[in-house]
């Protein structure tokens, strides 16, 4: 006996399955789909299957030479299976080049090119199916029924209509030709019997994709409406065949947890809120592409290590995640964050309710100062409203003009909404009314946010009954008015808007 | 021994290709390359942005301070790249259109700030007007062919004329996003299998304190503190 | 109203996410998600100049340029805001956190030449929003940035060189992966509300 120890790298326990055992349960766990697929849709899905399988071994082999690799991987078994999971989530109908090169493209691009088995972040068998559905749409999406092109169920019961959901269990209804999910559950329980794939992610996927129909789905949690749902769209397919691939799940049992829940949900997003009946397919890659962010955060525990004595062999304490991302600029983001959905939540809140009152406010100004009248109607003179009106008037805009009727039909007079931008405060808003024969009847304030004991003192009666029952065509401060004392810029303002007012009376509304 | 102007046409071209060597202006090249002539369009404008923009920034190199050499190349470029944009407007509007927002958008592009650093102000007038030229044409040539080779994919057209024969399937990927990746993917991988050097690693981990070619050196202030030491 | 303001946010964050759908923030996405710490450092830079400036450059649109009929000039206030705006954050943060600082490092001016930022400001412009759905759509649109460039750089951390084939080393897997990322994106396109 050698007296040299034999080292070799770990593991050094090997369990007695090796790939190729596993891919041959897993192909095996297929067959039944596939056995019903061909049975209920004919020869044409049998050749779909066998030219993905082969396009599939063929390009890992083609690989392998072209890398000159020391390794013959495309016997392990994993092509086969990326081939069958392809061709049985594909129409019956499809045209034996989709296969063909998406099988090329799941196993070159998704998986070779990045090292081969157990080094693809993502389901190459549903990265090519997608990759079908974007390149060739139209092809990918015909599902006839006895040969006639009809809607699958899942477009069905999108649309609101009603769907044979025995028929979609047993896989005799359109579709892709893995759709039995009666056979698809044989082969999947069968799997997790055997330990081969893990309960946590197949039974979160469905789980988190049921919670989200019943919750947003519109049919609450309505056995029939569920049974539905999950019986189509390669929703079984999904949980327990692609869902479940150790290259692209996380390894422990939270990641795998948080992995399946964010599958399902997204599953459910896109069924209730989206488009299209293919979108399971993107709710896994997507799922895919956290797997790498869920196992760097989520570590797996060793056996029978704690997480200290995990820190402590590392020679590092490892920082919490709050350390990892700079705390302040987090907190800043933070801040900038509520600060904004608050500025935007009270706005809007406010938003309908503020112009309400403005409105309610200029009416009440109407009433004020036209009294006989019962009802308003607008002057017509949208050219004029809103803008600057005149040269002489200084900031000064017309908003509205009314004609008021009294309860016996007769003019009661009009109401003239002024804004002048120049108050010392900011805008000053008032209603002028004049009566039928052309007198000022009063003015009345619907804005006002002057100097208090200053220009506040506008909407006093000492001040503002000046204006009442006046005939003047115009008022000059010093005057027909006295100016406030202490606030000429104010006084000045409301001037400026009476006169434009009366302006606007004299030139529009009477026309002379 | 070529004639130095001939040299920064040959340079721009392709010894420094800005997008296949010196891997700059990606936003544009992946964006625009949907179709050859977007490519020819959008290339052609850049480089009337380039050679203006290198020709002013190189006459007032000797009177721009050097604290404000970033706002004072962004204000240049922008005037340069709203004249173009409003030019265009006017007189070629379904290129406009089709180029969209991405005409705005060649202010940030790291071909021209990065030239106006790393050439423009160092150099004569009529020099950094040739490495303009030069760099520009480089670009469109290089967007053209991404271009083409999208739209022979993913359309079956090339030019607008049909290339696949009527029954062959194009496959849509290639003239959307993921396939403008993939061909660009493509592109590099070609480049390293047969050899030619390329700043390919540089593209994917940042800086290399390699200023000369950087989009950002500009702004970039690690090298001023470099220099502070 | 709210189902269009979540669906603006929703939008610019992952149905047209900036970088894996509209290509802009390219540079920094390709050459910052080497690692993850910067990657998210960036990201969280990011959110906060792009969510500002697009509030700004909205302001400064409706109340000065369309009124005074200055449209065209918004290319070069909106780049010179930017420019501003990441001027002063740098100088806050030198000040202030000089850690942060730090650990921003060549990033924070990065930004100003990152065209997503300029992109997204003349976005909102073209798509006539209001002041609430700009910040909206700056936000949403740097969330989405994040997401993308955290998404990479953790898919980056787990490829090994010595996998690859020679000539996919570098840049081509990069890219492949960022094609892979938006195939898987693209199951967001359709989604309303």
Redesign the interface.
């Known amino acids: 006996m050698s007296t040299f120890l034999n080292i070799s790298a770990g593991p050094h326990i090997r369990d007695r399955w090796s790939t190729r055992f596993i891919m041959c349960m897993v192909l095996l766990a297929l067959t039944p789909a596939a056995v019903v697929g061909v049975a209920v849709n004919g020869w044409h899905s049998l050749f779909i299957i066998l030219v993905s399988i082969a396009s599939a071994i063929g390009t890992e082999a083609a690989f392998d030479l072209l890398?000159k690799s020391k390794k013959d991987t495309f016997l392990d078994g994993s092509a086969a299976v990326t081939g069958m999971l392809l061709a049985l989530s594909l129409s019956p109908e499809t045209p034996l080049?989709a296969p063909l090169?998406g099988s090329m493209f799941a196993i070159c691009?998704?998986k070779c090119?990045?090292?081969?088995l157990g080094?693809n972040?993502?389901n190459p068998a549903l990265?090519g199916r997608?990759?079908l559905l974007?390149?060739?749409?139209n092809?990918m999406t015909v599902f006839p029924m006895d040969h006639m092109s009809t809607a699958t169920p899942v477009a069905n019961l999108l649309a609101g209509k009603a769907v044979n959901v025995t028929s979609m269990f047993l896989g005799t209804s359109n579709g892709v030709i893995g759709s039995s999910i009666a056979a698809l559950l044989v082969g999947g329980l069968l799997l997790w019997a055997f330990d081969i794939i893990h309960g946590q992610i197949c039974f979160s996927v469905l789980g988190g994709f049921t919670l989200f129909i019943g919750l947003f789905g519109g049919q609450g949690f309505d056995p029939a409406y569920l049974a539905a749902n999950l019986c189509g769209g390669g929703v079984v397919m999904g949980a327990f065949f692609m869902a479940t691939d150790y290259v692209t799940s996380p390894v422990s049992r939270l990641g795998q947890f948080i992995y399946g829940m964010l599958i399902g949900v997204?599953g459910g997003?896109?069924r209730v809120?989206?488009?299209?009946a293919d979108?399971f397919?993107?709710?896994i890659?997507?799922g895919?592409?956290?797997t790498?962010?869920i196992d760097?955060y989520i570590l797996p525990k060793p056996f029978a290590y704690s997480k200290k004595d995990i820190a402590l062999q590392k020679g590092e304490v490892q920082k919490p995640l709050s350390e990892?991302?700079?705390k302040?600029?987090?907190v800043?983001?933070i801040i900038?964050?509520l600060a904004?959905l608050a500025l935007?939540g009270v706005?809007?809140l406010t938003k309908d309710t503020i112009a309400q009152q403005k409105e309610k406010k200029a009416w009440e100004a109407y009433r004020t100062v036209v009294p006989e009248a019962d009802k308003f109607d607008s002057v017509e003179a949208d050219d004029i409203y809103g803008q600057i009106y005149g040269t002489k008037f200084g900031r000064t805009k017309i908003n509205e003009a009314v004609k008021g009727y009294a309860a016996d039909g007769s003019v009661a007079g009009y109401a003239i909404s002024v804004t002048s931008s120049e108050g010392y405060d900011g805008d000053i808003g008032l209603s002028v009314g004049i009566s039928a024969d052309g007198v000022v009847n009063s003015i009345s304030f619907t804005e006002l946010h002057e100097t208090p004991g200053k220009g506040m003192l506008a909407a006093d009666a000492l001040f503002k009954d000046q204006f009442n029952n006046r005939s003047e065509s115009s008022f000059n401060i010093g005057k027909e008015i006295e100016v406030i004392s202490g606030a000429t810029i104010t006084t000045k303002a409301i001037v400026n808007a009476v006169n434009a007012a009366l302006d606007f009376y004299y030139n529009v509304i009477k026309g002379v | 021994m070529m004639n130095k102007y001939v040299e920064r046409l040959y340079n721009g071209l392709i010894k420094e290709n800005p997008t296949l060597v010196l891997m700059l202006g990606m936003c544009p090249t992946l964006a625009v390359s949907t179709r050859a002539v977007n490519g020819i369009g959008m290339g052609l404008s850049t480089t009337a942005v380039l050679i203006l923009s290198n020709l002013v920034i190189s006459l007032l190199r000797k009177s721009i301070p050097d604290e404000v050499r970033l706002p004072s190349y962004i204000v240049i470029v922008a005037s340069l790249v709203t004249v173009t944009e409003l030019l265009m407007e006017a007189y070629v509007p379904t290129v406009y259109e089709a180029l969209g927002i991405y005409i705005p958008l060649i202010v940030v592009n790291c071909i021209i700030l990065g030239r106006a650093e790393a050439y423009a102000n160092k150099n004569t007038p009529l020099l950094s007007v040739m490495d303009g030229l030069g760099m520009g044409l480089g670009f469109t040539i290089a967007l053209t062919l991404a271009g083409l080779v999208r739209e022979v994919l993913g359309n079956g057209t090339a030019f607008g004329l049909q290339v696949l024969p009527k029954g062959v399937e194009p496959m849509g990927i290639f003239v959307q996003p993921p396939g403008a990746f993939l061909v660009i993917a493509l592109f590099i991988i070609i480049m390293n299998a047969i050899g030619i050097k390329t700043r390919q690693k540089q593209l994917v981990e940042g800086c290399d304190g390699c200023c000369a070619a950087c989009a950002s050196a500009a702004t970039c202030t690690s090298k001023t503190e470099e220099a502070a030491k | 109203m709210n189902n269009s303001l979540i669906l603006i946010v929703v939008s610019g964050a992952l149905i047209n996410n900036v970088v894996l759908n509209q290509f802009l923030g390219i540079c920094s996405f390709l050459g910052v998600s080497k690692q993850m710490k910067a990657s998210a450092s960036l990201g969280c830079a990011v959110i906060f100049v792009m969510t500002i400036a697009s509030a700004v450059a909205s302001i400064l649109y409706d109340l000065i340029l369309e009124p005074f009929g200055l449209q065209f000039m918004k290319t070069i206030v909106f780049i010179l805001v930017i420019a501003a705006l990441v001027q002063i954050v740098e100088m806050y943060l030198k000040k202030n956190s000089p850690a942060v600082y730090k650990s921003l490092g060549i990033f924070l001016p990065l930004i100003t030449t990152n065209c997503a930022v300029l992109g997204v400001a003349l976005t909102n412009v073209q798509s006539e929003y209001n002041f609430i759905e700009s910040v909206l759509a700056g936000f949403g649109t740097a969330v989405g940035f994040t997401i993308a460039i955290v998404l990479l750089a953790s898919i980056r951390s787990r490829i090994r060189e010595q996998d690859l084939p020679a000539p996919l080393r570098g840049a081509p897997i990069v890219l492949i992966s960022a094609a892979l990322m938006s195939i898987a994106f693209m199951g967001f396109s359709g989604l309303s509300f």
């Not at chain 1, 974007?134 to 749409?137: L, N, Q, Y």
């Open positions: 890398i080049y090169i691009v998704v090119c990045f090292g081969g080094k972040f993502i990265a997608c990759f974007i390149s060739f749409g092809a997204l997003l896109f809120f989206g488009s299209s979108s397919s993107y709710s890659i997507i895919n592409l956290f790498p962010l760097t990892r991302i700079p302040p600029v987090v800043l983001v900038t964050l904004g935007s706005f809007e």
